[in-house]
């Protein structure tokens, strides 16, 4: 079709085929159906007090199981039923962009745009070089963002490098807000190994996730503990789960194994860094603060930890983020160390006289202080992780 001068680009679509279709309604109707087959009331057939805890608790991983292959089967007809939009690029520029990228000996084919939120736009392309040569696909990037007047970078999920063989790539826009995470740790006494751990996730571009659990009590088992909740999280949030889904799928999965000693705590804080805002889960975790200026706001829940009720409700606190503000998540041992009761004027209170604008002092320095509160003894394991927030 010859487009006319003025002429409007219109948007076109792509989904699974039709066969990939029908086999993910197949399983997902499979899952259903394990699903239905898992309800049902509790109805006690003993009356004895010892088999009918027993009754209970296997009652209530039916339920568990219901929730698990509920959630598979949901996300199995969302993506059944995903279609994918996108525009193609203008002649011009892509006639402008196959050129002078072929004149770096990087071969473009099917250049195109793709909707973000807030009006923002992708490009998805892919790109090959010649003679089997490699370039860094950030330096592509940096020649296309030239080229299309936008700050471009590869998205988390593209490869890093252009080589011989042809590659999908997806540039996206480059975010308002840029983030730097920082920790310090110390170990409790007659410890080898931490019960507390922390992960920090980008699963897409403009997205940070920064998470910090506690394993109940200390040493190598609460670090397992810890360890094994963070990479759930990890896996299920890179596979697309939400995070709330996220949350109650790990949390019944502890409440399943029914360990009365394996209760972490959940402290979850996603940023988008396009918005610059700050959403906040808490189960369990110690209080974590915000850092604007000499203000501090002490952010906090009443959650319980994980894996003591079959479902968890993690209140969300939403926060609107500014150049040159941090965020500071601690583990209970920090707080232990200002003496319990009281410690968020303390803590409120020493975080506000800090003057360090790295977020690796800050949290040097809040550990420092928190050593040195509990007369430099180590009666738990002590975690600070401080985010740095910085318009680009």
């Known amino acids: 079709m010859i487009r006319r001068k003025g002429e409007e680009r219109l948007p076109q679509t792509a989904q699974v085929s039709d066969l990939c279709r029908r086999r993910l309604l197949s399983y997902a109707d499979s899952f259903y159906e394990l699903a239905r087959s898992y309800d049902g009331e ?6 004895s007090r010892e088999t009918l805890l027993m009754e209970k608790r296997l009652w209530e ?5 219901s929730i698990h292959l509920n959630e598979m089967a949901k996300i199995m007809t969302e993506a059944a039923g995903e279609v994918f939009t996108f525009w193609p690029m203008e002649g ?13 000996g990087i071969q473009v084919e099917g250049p195109c745009y793709l909707p973000r939120d807030e009006g923002r736009q992708a490009v998805a392309l892919i790109m090959h070089t010649r003679k ?39 540039l996206e826009e480059e975010a308002r807000f840029l983030a730097l995470t920082k920790t310090a740790r110390a170990v409790k006494e007659g410890e080898a190994v931490s019960g507390d751990n922390y992960a920090v996730l980008e699963a897409e571009k403009g997205r940070l996730t920064v998470m910090l659990s506690d394993g109940t009590g200390s040493g190598e088992k609460a670090g397992r503990d810890s360890e094994r909740v963070l990479e759930l999280m990890e896996k299920m949030l890179e596979a697309g789960y939400d995070t709330d889904t996220a949350v109650n799928m790990v949390n019944t999965a502890l409440f399943a194994a029914g ?36 203000e501090v706001e002490l952010l906090t829940t009443g959650n319980l930890p994980l894996g003591v009720f079959g479902q968890v409700e993690a209140e969300s606190l939403h926060k609107q983020l500014q150049d040159d503000d941090y965020l500071i998540m601690v583990s209970d041992g920090v707080v232990d160390a200002f003496g319990g009761e009281g410690y968020e004027s303390a803590m409120v209170n020493i975080i506000a006289q800090m003057r360090d604008r790295n977020p690796g002092e800050i949290a040097e320095r809040l550990l420092r202080i928190a050593l040195h509160a509990s007369g430099g003894r180590i009666a738990d394991d002590m975690t600070v992780v401080a985010i740095g927030i910085w318009e680009a």
């Open 259 to 294: 360990e009365d000693d394996n209760h972490p705590t959940l402290d979850i804080c996603d940023i988008d860094l396009y918005q610059g805002k700050c959403e906040m889960r808490k189960v369990g975790g110690a209080a974590s603060f915000l850092k604007r200026g000499t």
């Open 61 to 65: 991983n039916r339920q568990i199981i």
């Open 92 to 104: 011009r520029k892509k006639r402008l962009l196959v050129q002078a990228l072929g004149e770096e």
């Open 42 to 47: 509790f109805e006690p057939e003993q009356e």
């Open 132 to 170: 089997g040569e490699k370039v860094a696909a950030e330096d592509a990037a940096d020649m296309i963002s030239v080229l299309l007047d936008r700050r471009l970078a590869p998205s988390v999920n593209s490869p890093s490098v252009v080589e011989g063989a042809p590659q999908s790539f997806v």
